[in-house]
């Protein structure tokens, strides 16, 4: 069975500034793996670079088996690839079913709302209520959701836990913990919430300086502090990379 998402030999560039120097991993159906890395590292600029966002690029980024790097974000989009940026980007003046029902629309499918509410709580109590209206958290899992309502097939989160509180992060947890079987679904998910990250992913990739450092599986690199405290300079007890 071929990856559903395999990035190989991914460099991009910032002009004439290059930011990342073949990059290699990959994600296979139905499971979650994270990109660890410093503030900087070139865990958004890789999940741009997937999407054909912003930065010039070069290498492989193969969806199901097929190189996709030569498509254009909107094509990338309808074959099945959603990504949540960190801003969230929900239309604040749209209620949350109504941003849920553009994002179906927009891929052409049904819009499953029992399961994105059983899978995603917070949503039954949100659905009427406009964009302006809801706290970071709240838009942050009514961004998710929006994603997943356009049933993808990859989807890649970044840095989704910035800025929120460890009570509206453990939310998020326990809810991402069953995306990947939920929705049938390969799930990139980049971060420097360490322990949240390691609590998810069976498998993680770090990057330095826009090179990857490390691929191994989540529990090697979460038993090894020597590991965490080379590659990400945390010790063990923290949960925030620095």
């Known amino acids: 069975m071929s990856a559903a998402l395999d990035v190989e030999g991914l460099c991009a560039w910032y002009g004439s500034a290059q930011v990342l ?31 054909g966002i912003d930065a010039h690029r070069s290498g492989a980024v193969r969806f199901e088996g097929e190189d996709v790097a030569g498509l254009r974000t909107e094509s990338l989009a309808r074959a099945g690839i959603a990504w949540v940026p960190p801003d969230r980007r929900i ?13 179906a629309r927009a891929r052409q499918v049904r819009l499953d709302l029992d399961l994105l509410v059983d899978n995603l709580p917070i949503l039954g109590r949100l659905l009427d209520r406009r964009g302006y209206a809801l706290s970071g958290g709240e838009q942050q899992a009514v961004a998710v ?14 840095e989704p836990t910035e800025g ?37 992913a ?33 010790s063990s007890e923290r949960s925030r990379l620095d």
């Not at 991993?25 to 741009?48: F, H, I, S, W, Y």
């Not at 993680?204 to 990400?232: I, K, M, N």
């Open 21 to 51: 120097f073949d990059v290699a991993l990959d994600v296979q159906p139905g499971e979650m793996v994270g990109l660890l890395g410093r503030n900087g590292a070139g865990k958004t600029t890789t999940l741009k670079c997937v999407m």
């Open 91 to 103: 239309f604040t003046g749209l209620t949350v079913l109504e941003n849920l029902q553009l994002a």
């Open 145 to 158: 959701a929006r994603a997943l309502a356009g049933r993808p097939r990859v989807l890649l989160l970044d």
């Open 164 to 200: 929120l509180s460890p009570l509206v992060v453990e939310e998020l947890r326990t809810a991402f913990v069953q995306l990947p079987s939920a929705f049938g679904i390969a799930v990139l998910l980049a971060e420097q919430n360490l322990q949240f990250v390691l609590s998810l």
């Open 202 to 234: 069976s498998r993680v990739a770090v990057l330095e300086t826009g090179r990857v450092a490390y691929r191994g599986s989540a529990t090697e690199f979460a038993e090894s502090p020597d590991l965490q405290h080379r590659y990400l300079s945390v």
